[in-house]
């Protein structure tokens, strides 16, 4: 009976919701790119110069971003070398994630790579220019990788390049002869998360009458404080709270359950 009124109150907690630890990693990689784990220092001018593949890894995770930052690309689209690209910038306030791709010219030999990496969380931007990616190698650099010194060059596309960006998708032609190329995904949302733009009860919260989808159609009756947010491809979504939890009054709950539980095994035995 003790193990019903555990696995009740377990329910319970897991009604309420717990804040979820998993990364917004990268979900899978198609063709040539190549995942791997950064376990130890290494230097990202060197990582991977005797492969043949285009490498992958995370780099920071689920970073609070409050600051401008540089944009290069953004999708969705299929995006062509351009030596006179100049970022735009993107005043952020949210969430992000970022994840670098490298391929490195073994032996000074002409290489080429073609592949694509598939995201949890939508693409916010992808950055290609050599003052993007310095200007971004503090704040979302892995914290065990040596990055090229800012100015040192050698390390933006190039040539015949190719980038396409669709959704949480990014497809990669990447061709090097004496250099290396870095291409940094960034994931995530510059928008305030929903949590942060719920109002407490009795703080002054609207109600509206519906809510929507993506498309803007009405999906829902009245609703207690639907929140805005930016979604993938840029399109405007509400999302309503789920019901408030009074955290002492769940306490009491189980509590209660714990010691009713125990009472009753007392009668039984």
């Given at each position: 009976m003790r193990f019903a009124a555990v696995a009740a109150a377990c329910s319970m907690v897991l009604a309420v919701g717990l804040p979820s630890t998993a990364f917004a990693e990268i979900e899978s990689v198609e063709g040539d790119v190549e995942e791997l784990v950064v376990t130890e220092m290494t230097s990202v001018v060197d990582m991977g110069s005797e492969s043949l593949s285009i490498i992958s890894f995370e780099e920071q995770q689920d970073v609070p971003v409050s600051r401008t930052l540089p944009v290069d690309l953004t999708g969705p689209g299929l995006f062509l070398y351009d030596p006179d690209l100049v970022a735009t910038t993107l005043d952020c306030d949210g969430i992000v994630s970022s994840h670098?791709?490298?391929i490195d010219s073994p032996m000074d030999a002409s290489?080429?790579?073609d592949g694509a990496a598939t995201f949890v969380d939508p693409v916010l931007m992808v950055l290609v220019t050599e003052p993007s990616l310095a200007e971004t190698d503090d704040l979302l650099g892995h914290p065990l990788v040596t990055y090229p010194a800012p100015g040192s060059g050698g390390r933006a596309w190039e040539g015949n390049d190719e980038i396409g960006i669709d959704g949480r998708r990014?497809?990669?032609h990447l061709g090097v002869t004496n250099n290396v190329d870095h291409v940094r995904v960034v994931t995530g949302s510059c928008e305030p998360s929903l949590d942060a733009g719920v109002p407490d009860a009795g703080d002054g919260g609207s109600t509206v009458d519906a809510s929507r989808d993506p498309d803007g159609e009405v999906v829902g009756g009245e609703v207690d404080d639907?929140?805005?947010f930016?979604?993938?491809?840029?399109?405007?979504?509400v999302a309503a709270p789920g019901p408030a939890v009074d955290v002492p009054w769940l306490a009491v709950g189980l509590l209660w359950m714990l010691v009713?539980?125990?009472g009753i095994r007392r009668r039984i035995g």
């Open positions: 670098l791709f490298h290489l080429v790579g990014v497809t990669f639907v929140v805005s930016r979604g993938a491809g840029g399109c405007a979504c009713r539980a125990r």
